[in-house]
């Protein structure tokens, strides 16, 4: 106990010896100034924080020197681009094309882990989905084709022929001059339609295709069977490799069971119906 005492008492003289030598010299400087007395370190450092935004980081395996002068360069096109006739236009979008889709993304050079993050700075408040349009628009027409009919009416024209296909159209030009869509019963080509023509065709293409699922040749097959069972209220659906069925009574268990065991039969032999 007495130590203790003593060591305060010491630790108070030091701390009294120490502000009477700051307050001499602050009167020879002719200056008063108050002094304060330390604080006890915190035993938990704070973070400090930088008015510098954090880069992400990438693994530094994924970029080399040839791929960060690509960025660079594709970059540099991009911005030089922007700005200019509908011809910089179509050439900005292209170079945007390049950087968000080859293998790997070329954005990620420039240390964004995602194609959202790059977007935002190269393009601030440009919606996702006008720069989804542009770049495909870019892909497959020309600034001729964008000058005549519009990146608008292009990319309907793109959502279009998507749908029919059922797939990402590949990397090639299209023919304006030969593309024909479906108007009604008729087979007409893209370039006689008004903007709200194809707005109208690519919206049943694509609505129609949505349907696609339920209306396969498997599915109508199987409805068939059921129907030449007494299970015609029995809803079938189909997407991709998962089949569902639904509006199934108690009662129908069975014949449901003997429907599907013939149809599987008829799998087997290779005849669906």
């Given amino acids: 106990m007495g130590s203790r005492s003593g060591r305060?008492?010491?630790?108070?003289?030091?701390?009294a010896d120490v502000a009477s030598q700051a307050m001499a010299t602050t009167k020879a400087s002719g200056k008063a100034r108050r002094v304060s007395t330390a604080r006890a370190p915190a035993t938990r450092a704070k973070a400090t924080t930088t008015s510098r935004a954090k880069t992400p980081r990438v693994p530094a395996v994924l970029v080399n020197k040839a791929m960060l002068a690509r960025y660079d360069a594709l970059l540099k096109a991009f911005h030089e681009a922007q700005g200019t006739e509908l011809g910089g236009w179509d050439a900005a979008y292209e170079a945007l094309d390049s950087l968000l889709h080859s293998e790997p993304p070329?954005?990620?050079a420039g240390g964004y882990k995602t194609a959202?993050?790059?977007?935002?700075?190269?393009?601030?408040?440009?919606?996702?989905?006008?720069?989804?349009?542009?770049?495909?628009?870019?892909?497959?027409?020309?600034?001729?084709?964008?000058?005549?009919?519009g990146v608008r009416k292009l990319a309907l024209l793109i959502d279009y022929l998507e749908a029919e296909s059922g797939t990402e159209l590949p990397r090639v030009r299209i023919d304006l001059a030969?593309?024909?869509?479906?108007?009604?019963?008729?087979?007409?080509?893209?370039?006689?339609?008004?903007?709200?023509?194809?707005?109208?065709?690519?919206?049943?293409?694509?609505?129609?295709?949505?349907?696609?699922?339920?209306?396969?040749?498997?599915?109508?097959?199987?409805?068939?069977?059921?129907?030449?069972s007494g299970l015609g209220n029995v809803a079938v659906?189909?997407?991709?490799?998962?089949?569902?069925?639904?509006?199934?009574?108690?009662?129908?268990?069975?014949?449901?069971g003997a429907a599907l065991t013939g149809y599987a039969k008829k799998l087997a032999k290779g005849k669906p119906g």
């Fill in 106 to 108: 070329l954005f990620i």
């Fill in 116 to 149: 959202k993050a790059f977007l935002a700075a190269v393009l601030p408040g440009v919606a996702l989905s006008t720069v989804r349009d542009g770049v495909r628009v870019a892909r497959h027409f020309n600034a001729d084709d964008e000058r005549k009919y």
């Fill in 178 to 228: 030969k593309t024909k869509v479906d108007v009604g019963e008729k087979r007409v080509l893209f370039t006689s339609l008004s903007f709200d023509e194809m707005r109208d065709v690519a919206r049943k293409k694509k609505s129609a295709k949505g349907r696609a699922g339920t209306d396969a040749p498997g599915v109508r097959a199987l409805r068939r069977v059921f129907g030449g």
């Fill in 8 to 15: 305060r008492a010491l630790s108070l003289g030091l701390s």
């Fill in 237 to 256: 659906q189909c997407r991709g490799e998962r089949w569902s069925l639904g509006r199934i009574e108690e009662r129908q268990f069975a014949d449901l």
